[in-house]
């Protein structure tokens, strides 16, 4: 089986991807989500960013963020409508940028979750997950899994940051993966199980932030900048790491972490970090006889 792995695509899909998927022949992709372009981002880092409790749309108004965002959203359902026009399966979970609901994680206090009660902010939300069902090739597999001849892919969405694990959310949404993997435990077994996620697990080469990521940090962390100095470098998804480590799947695909292109072993695990789409970057893996044959980096 031929996989392109790929995703992180901000808005764009680089031409040379429709023909390296008929060239070499792809059988399946499995995208880690981001679909959708950040047009808001200097303005959530400005005013957002260390304040998690406020919302955008208090700042620039609610017409300007609604129309910005579906704008965004917009963008990004062309990319997938390109990826089902492809007639390939693709199987994906949605990134941080594609606004799932962001509840995997962390717990939200109750300010955060009256922001909700705004018409617009649910039907953001539930943007992809609605407009995804349009697309037959294309199959959404967030805290949940799809078949692929006699693969199983178990996805997970795109929380950004490592994840607060005492938190009854991450706790929930753990246990749901563990569930999913007792279920196809003989498959795991077989060398048959992918895990798909956007962001990396946590603590590994794939996951580290670069220097210049952490200085944008601290440039827009305001009076918080000892916050940001106390974080690690390491900024990928303690949840996966632990569900890796404990289950082994055959093959682990993400992104997220644009400078952490890559791939590396956890145990019996091949963790792969595809890169960043949008700059024309992806992978192209090959699975046989339950083993990982070979991977080349697009780049």
Request: with cysteine; proline share 3%.
């Amino acid at each position: 089986m031929k996989i392109l792995a790929i995703g992180d695509f901000h808005g764009k899909f680089p031409r040379k991807f429709t023909k390296i998927i008929r060239k070499e022949k792809i059988d399946i992709m499995l995208s880690n989500g981001d679909y959708t372009p950040f047009s808001l981002r200097d303005l959530f880092f400005k005013h957002i960013y260390m304040n998690p409790e406020k919302n955008l749309w208090e700042v620039i108004g609610k017409e300007k963020y609604k129309r910005i965002t579906l704008r965004d959203l917009k963008d990004g359902e062309k990319i997938l409508k390109k990826l089902n026009s492809l007639g390939i399966p693709v199987f994906t979970v949605l990134g941080n940028n594609d606004y799932p609901f962001g509840d995997d994680v962390r717990d939200f206090s109750k300010k955060e979750r009256d922001r909700w009660k705004w018409k617009w902010e649910k039907d953001k939300l539930n943007f992809y997950p609605r407009i995804i069902k349009k697309y037959n090739n294309i199959h959404r597999v967030d805290y949940s899994y799809g078949k692929f001849g006699d693969y199983i892919i178990i996805g997970a969405r795109g929380h950004s940051h490592p994840g607060a694990v005492k938190s009854k959310t991450y706790k929930k949404h753990k246990k749901i993966l563990g569930k999913l993997f007792d279920k196809f435990k003989k498959e795991n077994k077989e060398k048959k199980v992918i895990f798909l996620t956007h962001n990396m697990p946590h603590n590994t080469k794939l996951d580290k932030l670069s220097i210049r990521a952490i200085k944008f940090a601290l440039k827009h962390a305001g009076k918080n900048k000892k916050i940001v100095k106390k974080r690690k470098r390491h900024y990928g998804s303690k949840m996966f790491r632990r569900v890796i480590k404990k289950y082994q799947p055959i093959l682990q695909i993400g992104g997220h972490i644009d400078e952490g292109m890559g791939k590396q072993k956890l145990g019996r695990t091949l963790m792969v970090n595809c890169g960043p789409a949008h700059h024309g970057k992806a992978a192209i893996i090959e699975l046989d006889a339950g083993r990982v044959k070979k991977v080349r980096f697009i780049r």
